[in-house]
């Protein structure tokens, strides 16, 4: 396993575990990995420092960081479910929705539905309260 530093188009940073270099360039190229606080998918890995071994464990073995890989992965499937099952689905107006809820223009109610980068970033700046929901599930046969 190896732990990127990433940073959007966007310039937000956060980290990622991949399970090799070129894991990360296949999954980047398929457009696979995105920003989890805008949605973008323009993401370069940043430098970091190597990790140097030491006396004592500083990272979990394969078994564990299977496990948490495990752990986050359903904990993002049950908040997926969780919106999908309670929140309306406004599509591709989610943009225009949210600030209108926002600003009172429409029902106060629970919403989720698709938005471009810049349409976050412009809701944000204004103060709309949003979130990336998490991707939905990989199929296993296209995981690598």
């Known amino acids: 396993m190896i732990r990127y530093a990433l940073t959007c188009d966007h310039a937000h ?7 090799s270099s070129s ?6 190229a398929r457009g696979l990995v995105e920003c989890p606080f805008c949605g973008s998918r323009q993401v370069d890995k940043q430098i970091m420092a190597p990790a140097v071994a030491g006396t004592r464990k500083s990272a979990p073995d394969g078994e564990a960081a299977a ?6 992965s359903q904990a993002a499937r049950q908040v997926r479910a969780h919106v999908e099952a309670n929140f309306d689905y406004v599509g591709d107006t989610f943009a225009r929705e949210a600030r209108d809820i926002h600003e009172g223009r429409s029902e106060k109610r629970e919403i989720y539905g698709e938005a471009t980068p810049a349409d976050v970033k412009k809701l944000k700046d204004d103060g709309v309260p949003v979130a990336p929901l998490p991707p939905a599930p990989i ?3 296209k995981a690598n």
């Not at 496990?67 to 986050?72: P, V």
């Open 13 to 19: 940073g956060f980290e990622a575990w991949f399970a």
């Open 23 to 28: 894991d990360y360039d296949d999954q980047a």
């Open 67 to 72: 496990k948490m890989q495990a752990m986050m």
């Open 139 to 141: 199929d296993p046969s």
